[in-house]
């Protein structure tokens, strides 16, 4: 690894980068970044707001273990024990009919808190998070770098949908601090009619959901026409890196699904505000036609989340491991493959609630989504043979993926067999294996580019020993926490339960410390990268030796990214012919020859 | 002139004839014509011979002359006949995506009272009106308790109470006689099957005496309902 | 096919148009509007799979409940709504029009397509305002727990009403956005800034434009003409 350069003062460390902000003064930076267009101080700007969301929703998720440590038991006397969360329930005084909050737990208020805490954590999770995290933060600041591009095709649009998500986001607060939702995070029909009938609370966090679905919208059609029209001249579609393919695939269900939840969330408006009944059986409808509505849209998105960090994974692990991947076009046409199975399978949520033949049909249509994530998973194992892995936090987090993503991935198959998941619907299990392929999947690749990219995006090197006990602590943490859910899931703990049998409760006090090992991590990534901006060493522009577009600019970038046009000459992946850019020859060695 | 209608301006930029575009509005005007003629002149058939012309013709006559009339705006007033091809691909990918989610959800609903009557109280058509019942966020949306029946009778038994039977009976002759709708109705509607069951061994489902019907304890609104035959 | 009046005379002050620059990221004009309209044909996607959701709770509601459907079809004046079929293909004509104009620099003559495009647009709302949502909704045809219509042919008639409202209400409240798009671009037409070497802004304004027309192409024989 080339040295870390740390004569340079900090005051000149910006200068000329996008970050440079000399001679603006407070309010002049602030505006500046208020009304930026540079795609780069956008996903700067997304990049904080995505993890601000992720620790309130990840503040919530701790709520919730917490919540579980012991079971609500109702003693003889009536007295309930064991309640965590309470924040009372708003009750009308038999006597003066005046509407008070009451703290009085009986059993059928005593989740109400509870309910409204997971859905809190759903909510922000997914809609604030994590559909977000990557295309928004990552994706806008890498997209154009890579393809050797100025910025994106519409800057403006950006800068737009930036505020688009802000505005959802703020609607979603509101919701929150007026109380919140106690639906799930699905908002299933009928009771997400019926429930809080007169409060707006409910109305307000399904038009944030509403909203940020625009900003999804908006975002993913940039990066299409952005792919299409930006590269560089010689840079054709199979030279372009695999994230590029990742960030195309995204945004192709981005723009075909996310329309369908809004006009479902704005049906659901016009069910809970004018009650026309197409969602309820009470008016006539049918309940099941809301979770085909919705889940046309959710499952795909969950596929926009695990796309995207395959794409960074790619990059992980030939860059770290020193070696062109294996199977280029066969990852990038199985991620294209992927976003096109994804619109086929919805059905596999609601199996519980659909007629047979449909069941049926869904079940083997979803055992296909195998087969092109698998390809992808072999091909990986073979870029790592006989590759020179670098033990460093990036790499670590990919291959802590591969076996996070893995297990994923498998325990997916018992929930798309009818049969079992008949028994496994609404258990613990299917908790645990979403928190794998989401948490274990797109979180562990949403840290690992954070750790690969930081030194390029703000031109500091974190603490390497620090960022690898906190990949110790996250990743047993993670499985401590994840892993007793699938033994509680098969014995059958229900899932959005407050309480359970004390059968159940040492597996979920296992869980609740896996939680708090996992929160320590996380907080140790948090000081780390907080301290690398104010304290860090500056990076070099390849300390890592990397061959795509974004190492040949300089650690910031500069506003146009390059100071001229790049020119295309080796391919993402040539780690055997070509020496890295802004590096020697004897800090990167070219490999010797590989049968 | 170009025989396509069309010639190429300075900067590769096409530009559509407007003798063209004048002929794509005469077409979809001709077929506006088409099909509501077509849907005037089914009716008539209807009532003039008394037949039932299944829906499925009228459905499928009407969505062809659409489909007609969208290909013209879509190819000549968007000029996607003149484009890049890219377009007309994402077009295509998205009524792909749209007819998968309209078929397999329709897959399911369609099917879905079909093998398993596991309900054990039959759900009224039009639901129970509970919902209407609810106080609104929004003052201006009315709180109706309709007493466990549908909206649309609670309206009808609301102005019964108020204007009397005979009010009630004597517009709905009006109505009659202005719309004439004929006798013969088309299917009857179920929520929990939408087209007739035909099975292969009759006799053995029989939608008006279920199988565990000795075992239900049937309250005599069932009773009412079988006996009415509807919305079993 | 009047003359085209490409080249105005030299020694006039050069109109907007002529001198427009195309963003700096993109390497030439061209690429500039190919991808401005690739931009809008994947809006449009969007849009098409938004009122999906509309047509497909028609579909399924249709096979569930299809005497309900045909009775409900009946409440619909089929001649107003061939009327509003009509102002909207004009509308869809006369904005296609006015992109012709602007490419071959016809001013005037894009002015006045865009002006009546936006008269088509007010007149289609007018005509289902007054003649369509205002009798209906005295009637107590109306959605959700509005309605009050004591002789419904189908107990389950409120779930016809629900999708027309639905249906019509977001078709109307594009025809505002549109209407509003049209708008935009004939104010800053009157400043001269769309001509031969700009008019990527009436072409993206026009596809939304068709696209609300083709939206109700499909809306209309549904809701009115299937019985």
């Known amino acids: 690894m080339t040295a870390i350069d740390t004569t340079h003062t900090q005051k000149h460390h910006d200068e000329g980068s996008y970050l440079d902000h000399r001679g603006l003064g407070f309010w002049g930076t602030i505006w500046d970044w208020a009304s930026t267009v540079d795609h780069k101080k956008i996903g700067v700007m997304y990049l904080f707001a995505v993890l601000t969301m992720f620790f309130i929703g990840g503040v919530a998720g701790l709520a919730v273990r917490a919540e579980l440590w012991e079971p609500m038991r109702t003693a003889e006397d009536g007295t309930t024990t064991g309640v965590l969360l309470n924040f009372g329930t708003p009750v009308q005084d038999p006597d003066t009919g005046e509407w008070i909050r009451s703290y009085d737990i009986s059993p059928g208020q005593a989740g109400n808190t509870y309910n409204r805490t997971f859905t809190l954590h759903g909510a922000v999770m997914i809609f604030m998070f994590i ?204 991620s294209l493959g992927i976003a096109g199975v994804s619109f086929l399978i919805w059905g596999h949520h609601l199996f519980a609630a659909m007629s047979p033949i449909a069941a049926m049909v869904f079940s083997a249509l979803t055992f296909i989504v195998a087969v092109p994530t698998a390809i992808k998973v072999f091909n990986w194992i073979a870029t790592l043979y006989k590759s020179s892995i670098a033990i460093n936090t990036p790499m670590l987090y990919g291959l802590g993926f591969l076996f996070l993503f893995s297990i994923g991935g498998l325990t997916g198959l018992p929930l798309a067999t009818l049969s079992t998941d008949l028994h496994l619907h609404d258990s613990y299990f299917v908790v645990a294996h979403f928190h794998y392929v989401m948490m274990g999947g797109t979180v562990i690749a949403f840290l690992g580019g954070l750790h690969h990219w930081w030194p390029k995006m703000f031109g500091r090197m974190y603490n390497e020993k620090a960022a690898m006990l906190g990949f110790a602590l996250v990743f047993i943490g993670f499985n401590v926490t994840f892993f007793t859910q699938f033994f509680l899931g098969t014995q059958g703990m229900p899932r959005r339960y407050a309480s359970y049998v004390d059968d159940f409760q040492t597996l979920h006090q296992i869980s609740t410390v896996g939680s708090w090992i996992l929160a320590i991590g996380l907080f140790i990534h948090l000081f780390t990268f907080l301290h690398s901006l104010f304290a860090g060493p500056k990076a070099p522009p390849n300390l890592w030796g990397g061959l795509s577009l974004e190492w040949e600019a300089e650690s910031p970038p500069c506003a146009h990214n390059f100071h001229h046009e790049p020119l295309i000459k080796h391919g993402p992946y040539d780690y055997e012919s070509v020496v890295p850019p802004h590096c020697s020859e004897e800090d990167f060695p070219l490999p010797k020859q590989r049968s | 002139m170009d025989p396509h209608g069309v010639h190429e301006h300075e900067h590769g930029h096409v530009v559509v004839d407007w003798k063209v575009l004048v002929g794509v509005l005469i077409a979809l005007l001709f077929f506006t014509f088409l099909t509501t003629t077509a849907a005037n002149i089914e009716k008539w058939i209807a009532v003039e011979f008394d037949v039932v012309i299944p829906t499925w013709v009228n459905v499928f006559v009407a969505m062809s002359i659409a489909v007609v009339k969208a290909s013209l705006v879509c190819l000549f007033f968007m000029q996607l006949f003149y484009d890049k091809f890219l377009n007309s691909v994402i077009l295509m990918f998205c009524l792909l995506a749209l007819a998968l989610f309209l078929g397999l959800s329709a897959l399911d609903l369609s099917g879905r009272g079909r093998v398993n009557e596991f309900i054990a109280t039959p759900i009224e058509l039009g639901g129970n009106g509970a919902s209407a019942g609810l106080q609104s966020a929004f003052d201006e949306v009315p709180v109706v308790i309709t007493g466990g029946k549908p909206l649309a009778v609670a309206a009808k038994e609301a102005y019964i109470e108020k204007h009397g039977l005979e009010a009630w009976e004597e517009h709905a002759r009006e109505l009659d006689a202005e719309h004439g709708h004929h006798e013969k109705a088309p299917e009857i509607s179920s929520p929990n099957r939408s087209i007739p069951r035909t099975g292969l061994t009759p006799g053995l489902f029989d939608e008006h005496a279920p199988i565990h019907e000795a075992e239900h304890e049937p309250a005599s609104a069932h009773d009412e309902s079988t006996e009415e035959g509807s919305g079993h | 096919m009047s003359t085209i009046n490409a080249h105005p005379s030299p020694g006039a002050k050069p109109m907007r148009w002529e001198t427009y620059k195309h963003e700096h990221h993109w390497r030439s004009a061209a690429d500039e509007f190919d991808a401005a309209k690739l931009g809008m044909w994947l809006f449009l996607t969007t849009e098409v799979l938004l009122f999906g959701g509309i047509f497909c709770s028609y579909a399924i509601f249709r096979m569930l409940y299809p005497d309900a459907f045909a009775n409900g079809s009946g409440y619909l004046n089929w001649r107003i709504g061939t009327l509003n079929t009509v102002v909207l293909l004009f509308s869809s004509f006369t904005v296609a029009m006015s992109v012709r104009c602007a490419q071959l620099n016809k001013q005037r003559w894009l002015k006045i397509n865009l002006s009546i495009t936006l008269i088509c647009a007010a007149a289609f709302l007018a005509i289902k305002g007054y003649f369509e949502y205002y009798p209906k909704l005295s009637a107590g045809k109306a959605p959700g727990a509005w309605f009050s219509y004591p002789w419904a042919h189908n107990p389950e008639e409120p779930i016809w009403w629900g999708i027309y409202y639905a249906g019509t209400g977001i078709h109307a409240l594009h025809v505002i956005i549109g209407g509003g798009l049209i708008l935009w671009v004939l104010v800053r037409s009157f400043k001269g800034i769309y001509g031969p070497k700009n008019y990527t802004m009436v072409e993206t304004s026009g596809l939304y434009w068709h696209l609300v027309d083709l939206v109700w192409i499909f809306l209309f024989p549904l809701l009115y003409l299937i019985h």
Request: net charge neutral.
């Open chain 1, 131 to 334: 559909v977000p995290a990557i295309p928004a933060a990552l994706g806008n600041f890498f997209l154009p770098i890579m393809i050797g591009a100025k910025d994106v095709a519409f800057p403006k649009l950006n800068l737009f949908s930036w505020y688009v998500y802000v505005f959802g986001s703020l609607f979603g607060v509101i919701g929150l601090i007026l109380g919140g939702a106690d639906t799930g995070w699905t908002f299933y029909t009928p009771y997400s009619i019926q429930t809080d009938a007169d409060y707006w609370r409910v109305t307000l966090m399904v038009l944030a959901a509403f909203i940020l679905g625009f900003s999804s919208i908006l975002t993913g059609l940039n990066f299409i026409v952005t792919t299409h029209k930006l590269r560089a001249p010689g840079m054709g579609w199979f030279d372009m890196p695999l994230f590029v393919w990742a960030t195309y695939a995204t945004s192709i269900i981005q723009v075909l699904a996310t329309p369908v939840i809004g006009i479902t969330l704005l049906l659901l408006i016009f069910e809970r505000v004018f009650r026309i009944g197409i969602f309820d059986a009470s008016m006539g409808g049918d309940p099941v036609l809301y979770q085909h509505f919705f889940w046309f849209y959710s499952h795909p998105v969950v596929y926009v989340m695990i796309l995207h960090g395959i794409g960074i994974i790619s990059e992980l692990l030939t860059v770290h491991g020193r070696k062109h991947i294996f199977g280029y076009r066969a990852i990038a046409f199985s």
